[in-house]
């Protein structure tokens, strides 16, 4: 069992930068790949991001990629996403999960570890 909490989220302008954390309990953390989600109001849940459980390899959704960064730190039990030049379509709850399938795993369904999200606002 593994519970995740996000933290992070906020209030910012387009340009600006976000690091969400994501800290889960439990000592088998190192051995989940982990994942950030986010949903808008009234859509789905959507893949943003996704690391390996040893941090060495991630993919990310086309419309983050060179602006978001993925990663963690298993001595502290943390997932991160470091968002840059962010835009108004960033704007969403973002979730973090856990998975024992593959890392690339995208689909919501894959992932059985979820945290209660961080909401992110980037408006002007």
């Known amino acids: 069992q593994v519970q995740l909490v996000e933290s992070g989220g906020g209030l910012v302008q387009p340009g600006d930068s976000l690091r969400l954390s994501c800290t889960a309990s439990?000592?088998?953390?190192?051995?989940?790949?982990m994942g950030w989600f986010r949903q808008v109001l009234g859509k789905e849940r959507e893949f943003v991001s996704s690391?390996?459980?040893?941090?060495?390899?991630?993919t990310y959704t086309d419309s983050v990629k060179g602006r978001f960064t993925i990663s963690r730190d298993n001595a502290k039990n943390t997932v991160y996403l470091q968002m840059n030049s962010l835009k108004p379509e960033d704007t969403a709850i973002y979730y973090c999960?856990?998975?024992?399938?593959?890392?690339?795993?995208?689909?919501?369904?894959?992932?059985?570890?979820w945290g209660q999200g961080t909401q992110v606002i980037v408006s002007s």
């Open positions: 999960a856990a998975t024992s399938r593959i890392w690339t795993t995208r689909s919501v369904s894959g992932y059985y570890y």
């Open positions: 439990g000592r088998t953390f190192s051995s989940y790949n």
């Open positions: 690391i390996k459980w040893s941090g060495d390899a991630t």
